[in-house]
C-alpha cells in the first residue's frame, strides 16, 4: 500500500506538471518549452541572471506574436516583444496591468510595504502623496545639498589621486551617493566618504549581504496571503531594526527643535503632521504613519545609491575606454561652467553632451533590466485573435534585451553617445529606451537620480581624466552576486 502511494503521489505531481506545462500550448501562444537548467547553485544559494535569461528568450520567441510564454519553475510567465505592446501594458491599458509581482508586509516587515511593492489602492494613493515632492522645483530646491556632498568627495578623491595607486571607483562612487540619499532621505550625516566604516555604509552594504532567497520571495508572491500568514519577511531584523529607529531618532527630534530642511525627510513628515491632504481632485489622501515614512525613505535608499553609482561607474568605464568621447564630454561641462560660471542647477540642465553619455550607459547598462507587471483583470490581447491574458498572469517586459536589440541600435555593444542626439531619437520608438520603466509606475525617483549622477560626472569630468586599470575587466561581465537586481560587476580604474 505504502508503494502504491508513493506511485500515486508522483503520477499527481506528474500530471500537475503536465497540466502547467501545455498552459502557453493551450493558449495558443508561441512559447519555449520549459527547461530546469535556468539555474545553479553555488555558496549555498540559489543564483538567477534575470538580465542574460530574459534576453534569451526575448531573442529566441521574437517576431513570433506580441509577446511570447516561458516557464519560470513551472509558473507561466509571459514575456512582451513588441514595443506597441509594451507601450499598451506600461500607459495606453495601464489598469489591467496596474501591479508589480512583488511581495510585501506591511505588519511584519513594514519596510517592505514601500511605493515600489504596493499595489492597488494603497499603492495609488501613496504614489499621489509623493508625487509633488519630486517635482522640478524640489529638485532645485534639494541641489545644495547634493552640490555640498559633490565637493567634500572631490576633495577626497584628490587625496587618493596623490597616492598614484589604482583607485576602485565603484566603491567610492557607492559611499558618495550612500552620504547623498542618507543626507536627502534621512537627514543623517552619514560621512562614508571620509570614513568606509561608517555605520550607514556597513548597514546598507548589509542589505545586499544578505540577499533574498530566490525561492522564498516566488513562493511569497505566489501565495501572498499564506506568507504574510505565515510572518514571512523581506529583510532581516536588524536591517529592518536600524533604518526605523534612524527614522524615528530623526523626525523626533526635528519635531522637538522646529528643525525646517529642504530634503525629503521634511517633506515626508508634512504628511505625517497635516490632517487634511489631498491630491489634484480634491480627495483626501490621509496621513502617514512613522513606519509607513520609514519604508518611503528606505525605498528611496535602496533604489537611488546602487542604481546611481552603478549608473556613473559604467559611464566612468566608458569614457576611459573612449578617450575621444570623455574629451568631448569634458568640454562640454567646462563650456557650461564658463556659461553660468559654476556647477549649478542650470549649468547641469545644459549639459547636452554628458546627458547623451548617460544615457547611452543607461541603455547599454541599465541599472533595472527587466520590469514585471501582474495582470489584475482579464486582457484580451489586441490583434491576437482573441488571445487572453488570464488574471494573474506575470509579465516580464525585457528592458536588458530590448536596450541591446540591432533592430534598434546598430552594433549595440559599441558605446556611442551619438544615439541621443535629438535627430536620432526623433528616428526611434520611445519604447526601445525605457530604463526607468514607463506610464504611471514609471520611477518616480527619475529627476534626483538624473541630478546626482549629472552632478557627480560633471565634478569628476572638471577635475580629473579617467583610464582603465590593468585590473579591469573588458568587457564588463555581469554579477550574480545580488540576484535581486543582477548588479553589473564593480569595474576599477582610476
Not at 262 to 286: A, C, I, T, Y
Not at 398 to 413: G, Q, V
Request: charged share 20%.
Amino acid at each position: 500500500m505504502f508503494i502504491y502511494l508513493i506511485l500515486l503521489v508522483l503520477v499527481l505531481i506528474l500530471k500537475w506538471f503536465q497540466q502547467h506545462f501545455s498552459y502557453w500550448k493551450d493558449s495558443g501562444v508561441a512559447y519555449l518549452k520549459p527547461t530546469f537548467s535556468v539555474w545553479n547553485v553555488r555558496d549555498n544559494r540559489l543564483k538567477i541572471n534575470l538580465y542574460s535569461l530574459s534576453e534569451q528568450w526575448y531573442k529566441q520567441l521574437k517576431g513570433r506574436g506580441t509577446f511570447g510564454g516561458v516557464f519560470f519553475f513551472a509558473q507561466p510567465i509571459a514575456i512582451a516583444l513588441d514595443l506597441d505592446f509594451m507601450k499598451s501594458v506600461l500607459v495606453k491599458d495601464f489598469q489591467h496591468f496596474q501591479n508589480r509581482t512583488a511581495y510585501y508586509n506591511e505588519i511584519d516587515d513594514p519596510l517592505s510595504a514601500n511605493l515600489i511593492t504596493l499595489d492597488g489602492t494603497k499603492w495609488k494613493n501613496m504614489r499621489s502623496k509623493l508625487t509633488p515632492i519630486f517635482s522640478s522645483g524640489k529638485m532645485k530646491m534639494m541641489f545644495p545639498l547634493v552640490a555640498g556632498v559633490a565637493n567634500v568627495f572631490i576633495e577626497m578623491l584628490a587625496r587618493e589621486v596623490a597616492k598614484e595607486e589604482d583607485i576602485e571607483m565603484k566603491d567610492l562612487l557607492g559611499r558618495f551617493t550612500t552620504d547623498i540619499i542618507g543626507f536627502c532621505a534621512f537627514g543623517i550625516e552619514c560621512n562614508s566618504l571620509s570614513d568606509p566604516d561608517a555605520e550607514f555604509r556597513v548597514k546598507t552594504s548589509n542589505i545586499f549581504k544578505f540577499g533574498f532567497p530566490v525561492l522564498k520571495i516566488a513562493a511569497a508572491q505566489k501565495f501572498p496571503s499564506i506568507a504574510r500568514a505565515i510572518y514571512i519577511k523581506l529583510y532581516e531584523p536588524e536591517v529592518s531594526a536600524f533604518f526605523l529607529n534612524a527614522v524615528q531618532n530623526n523626525v523626533q527630534y526635528r519635531e522637538e527643535n522646529n528643525v525646517q530642511r529642504n530634503d525629503f525627510l521634511s517633506l515626508l513628515m508634512k504628511f505625517k503632521n497635516e490632517k487634511s491632504v489631498r491630491n489634484k481632485s480634491g480627495n483626501q489622501l490621509g496621513t502617514l504613519t512613522i513606519e509607513e515614512i520609514a519604508s518611503q525613505a528606505f525605498i528611496f535608499f535602496l533604489a537611488g545609491f546602487e542604481t546611481s553609482s552603478t549608473v556613473m561607474s559604467c559611464c566612468l568605464y566608458e569614457l576611459a575606454m573612449n578617450s575621444d568621447i570623455q574629451e568631448k564630454a569634458r568640454a562640454n561641462v567646462m563650456k557650461s561652467i564658463e556659461k553660468y560660471g559654476s556647477i549649478n542647477y542650470e549649468a547641469i540642465q545644459n549639459m547636452n553632451f554628458l546627458e547623451q553619455c548617460i544615457k547611452e550607459t543607461l541603455r547599454k547598462y541599465p541599472p533595472v533590466g527587466i520590469t514585471t507587471r501582474q495582470v489584475s483583470k482579464d486582457y484580451q490581447v489586441p490583434d491576437s485573435d482573441g488571445v487572453i491574458l488570464q488574471r494573474g498572469t506575470t509579465l516580464i517586459v525585457p528592458i536588458h534585451a530590448i536596450h541591446h536589440d540591432p533592430e534598434y541600435y546598430p552594433d549595440p555593444e559599441t558605446y556611442d553617445p551619438n544615439r541621443f542626439s535629438p535627430e536620432q531619437v526623433a528616428q526611434r520608438n520611445p519604447f526601445c529606451f525605457i530604463p526607468f520603466g514607463e506610464g504611471p509606475r514609471i520611477c518616480i525617483g527619475l529627476r534626483f537620480g538624473m541630478m546626482q549622477i549629472r552632478i557627480g560626472l560633471a565634478h569628476l569630468l572638471k577635475h580629473f581624466r579617467f583610464t582603465l586599470s590593468s585590473k579591469t575587466s573588458v568587457p564588463l561581465p555581469l554579477s550574480t552576486d545580488h540576484p535581486s537586481t543582477d548588479s553589473i560587476t564593480n569595474p576599477t580604474m582610476i
